[in-house]
């Protein structure tokens, strides 16, 4: 991952870093979501699998490394004991990293999808 300033970290720098990383740490049916014009919180989420409780903590915590490294920033990180389901907040990319069973119950991408509504 190349370093960048904090000035040059772009919500599109940003995604690409969080996406690389997430690759090179074997994260599964990675999902990114464009928030733009959507909400406030950030401008990208991505969603995605770990195998295991170990590998969701394994990736969150090395991803909050490289963000710190390469932007200078760091990350608000919440469910890291656990590892179910760990938020990474980087400022504008929220990252979700679940394990398989814990995504399938809370579907938080069909959320987020285009197009789809929900009735109550």
């Known amino acids: 991952m190349k370093a960048a300033s ?3 970290a772009t919500s599109e720098t940003l995604l690409e870093a969080v ?5 090179d740490d074997k994260a599964e049916d990675i999902v990114q979501i464009d928030l733009r014009g959507k909400t406030a919180f950030g401008d990208y989420m991505v969603i995605c699998s ?4 170990r590998q969701v903590a394994a990736i969150s915590e090395k991803l909050a490394e490289r963000i710190k490294s390469a932007f200078g920033r760091g990350v608000r990180m919440e469910g890291k004991d656990t590892g179910d389901w760990v938020l990474i907040d ?3 990319v929220i990252v979700h990293v679940f394990r398989p069973e814990v995504r399938e ?3 938080l991408e069909k959320m987020w999808q285009p197009g789809l509504t929900t009735t109550n």
Do not use: I, N
């Open 6 to 8: 904090h000035s040059q």
């Open 19 to 23: 996406l690389s990383s997430l690759s």
């Open 50 to 53: 770990g195998r295991s409780s």
């Open 90 to 92: 980087t400022g504008d």
């Open 105 to 107: 119950f809370y579907q």
